[in-house]
């Protein structure tokens, strides 16, 4: 690994504060970045001879751009420009007090509390903005600026400008092609893989001089040096829309280490799992699932990233790497399913990173918002070939008081493993997916010759 990676961390203010809008992370993004800039990670101006994450200010993405992915009407609907609800023979006074009031989406940042009246609830139903994805008065604000802050870090990454980019507002993996699902509205992470995938950008050209009788000499689209992607989840929740939206090509392959149990959202990503079922297919094999039982701690996580995770990774040789780094399966998390300590994130990360490949850090799933932004900022001391001690006390400079007093009762950056909660994963079922895993990564070692 070389001595120290270039990394460049996305962030503005507007976008802290759209991405703190969102219902089931409400003030998690605040938090994640004051926690940040407290322990010094960031460039906030100040000279010291410590390595800093570069700030790199969004660009919103375009309608055009969420639609490479996401389907016509499904991007009409949460951009709320009205296409979805054009058929409707009139518009009622109840839609008009709607549209008034998403008009100015930063204006109350909460759930819309007057919901869409009933024949427009069964426009959108299908859209499957409701349930956990409700509409909410900034949500068109903010799948613009979610999708465009991880489209901006993996232009960074394509163009050669960073080694490595992190985006924690982003790891949207539940969003489908025309559905939210999953508290998820836009697929920040299929956006940016495919924009990974695109040439790099030019440089400049030099404007004509008088001699070349204003004519431009032709600049010709440079081949993409991100061919192959290796996009690896470590949320609770298994990354099936991105496994969807990847499914039958070999350019990038999905690794997915998730829970897999009975009616356990989103019920998908089983061990056998794999891609398209013609075993000779281009895509064969490029969509694999590790599934792990309740309980997971370090020592079982540690077991499958080397003989799962490597052995796969090896056998592939990405050009880019995309990790999308949710922190529900931690101790504490509301979720209670897994019990993750914050070293065992911080070592997957580390050993990512060691693959010296241009890497993505996206955010997920993570619902105890003190715990993700320990859990983040000790991620980005990682990528910046610093990692904190998870002793370290929590600095009250620069956080406000209700931001400094979540952090009780400990007040420091360890998030431990609970010795309560069995891990299920035994050995006997650990050896099931390896054994698995062992025939997957010979196919892929057979395909590409390795």
């Known amino acids: 690994m070389r001595d120290s990676h270039r990394v460049a961390y996305v962030h503005s203010e507007e976008l802290i504060q759209i991405s703190d809008a969102l219902p089931a992370n409400e003030g998690r993004a605040s938090r994640v970045h004051a ?12 000279q010291d001879e410590q390595p800093r994450a570069r700030l790199l200010e969004p660009i919103e993405a375009t309608r055009d751009e969420m639609l490479k992915f996401h389907d016509r009407a499904y991007v009409d609907a949460i951009l709320g420009d009205g296409t979805a609800e054009a058929s409707s023979d009139a518009t009622s ?8 009031s998403s008009a100015s989406p930063l ?4 759930l819309t509390h007057e919901g869409p009246s009933p024949r427009k609830k069964r426009k959108t139903d299908a859209l499957g903005l409701q349930d956990d994805c409700p509409r909410f008065d900034a949500l068109s604000e903010y799948v613009k600026l979610v999708a465009g802050a991880s489209l901006t870090a993996a232009r960074e990454l394509r163009d050669g400008k960073a080694d490595v980019a992190i985006a924690w507002t982003g790891g949207r993996h539940h969003a489908k092609r025309g559905e939210a699902s999953g508290f998820c509205y836009v697929n920040d992470i299929v956006l940016a893989i495919m924009e990974l995938r695109t040439a790099p950008r030019p440089p400049s050209s030099p404007s004509s001089s008088p001699s070349s009788r204003g004519l431009l000499s032709p ?3 440079a081949p ?4 192959r992607v290796f996009y690896l989840d470590l949320d609770l929740h298994h990354g099936d829309a991105v496994e969807a939206a990847f499914h039958s090509t070999p350019y990038v392959l999905t690794l997915s280490l998730h829970l897999h149990a ?9 061990l056998s799992s ?9 895509g064969a094999f490029h969509a694999l699932n590790v599934a792990l039982e309740p309980g997971l701690r370090e020592e079982s996580l540690a077991r499958v990233w080397e003989s799962c995770v490597e052995k796969v990774k090896e056998a592939y040789q990405p050009d880019a790497v995309v990790v999308q780094c949710g922190v529900d399966g931690l101790a504490g998390d509301p979720c209670k399913e897994w019990n993750l300590s914050l070293s065992a994130l911080g070592t997957c990360a580390r050993k990512a990173l060691s693959w010296d490949k241009p890497t993505l850090l996206l955010g997920g799933g993570g619902y105890s918002s003190p715990n993700a932004a320990k859990a983040w900022a000790y991620l980005t001391s990682v990528a910046l070939d610093r990692p904190l ?3 370290s006390p929590i600095p009250p400079d620069g956080l406000s008081t209700f931001q400094y007093g979540s952090f009780a009762p400990s007040f420091t950056l360890d998030v431990p493993a609970s010795d309560g909660m069995r891990d299920r994963n035994t050995d006997e079922t650990l050896q099931k997916v390896e054994t698995a895993f062992e025939e997957y990564a010979g196919r892929l070692r057979e395909k590409y010759k390795r």
């Not at 794999?274 to 281009?282: A, C, D, L, Q, W």
């Open 35 to 46: 926690l940040c800039s407290a322990y010094g990670l960031v460039d906030d101006g100040e």
């Open 219 to 221: 600049v010709l689209p």
């Open 224 to 227: 993409s040096r991100l061919s």
């Open 389 to 391: 001690p998870l002793s």
């Open 262 to 270: 009975p009616l356990f959202f989103p019920s998908t990503g089983s």
């Open 107 to 110: 204006r109350t940042f909460g």
């Open 93 to 100: 006074d109840d839609d008009e007090r709607e549209s008034d």
């Open 274 to 282: 794999t891609g398209p079922s013609n075993p000779k297919g281009p």
